[in-house]
């Protein structure tokens, strides 16, 4: 049920799309204690934005799942700056994250509800 959705106007060869979020599956996953069956993982790439009025690369993260847990906002921070640093050239000191803890029951997936 975590969904990580990544925003940035930085340019990516499928490659490096692909490594990103494969990485990123697993190492959520893992930072959340949560089965990697349940992640998705989206990365727009080429997206028009800028951030204190610069279009250096950039980028907007969501964190959405049901049950996140405060306490590790700021290793999952760390983590997804690491990961998007790394593999797309966005500074950390130019990403913004969004954590959002969403209720069970307004959470779908096959027809019903967690």
Known sequence: ???LRI???A???DQKRQSLMKRASQ???AALGKPEQ???VTLEGGVPMTFAGSSEPTAFV???GIGLPTPKARELSRLICELTESELGVARR???INFADVPAHLWGWNGETF
């Open 1 to 3: 049920m975590p969904l």
């Open 7 to 9: 925003q940035t106007n």
């Open 11 to 13: 340019m990516a060869d």
């Open 27 to 29: 190492q959520i996953a």
């Open 38 to 40: 349940y992640m998705m």
């Open 62 to 64: 969501e964190l959405r």
């Open 94 to 96: 130019r990403i913004y």
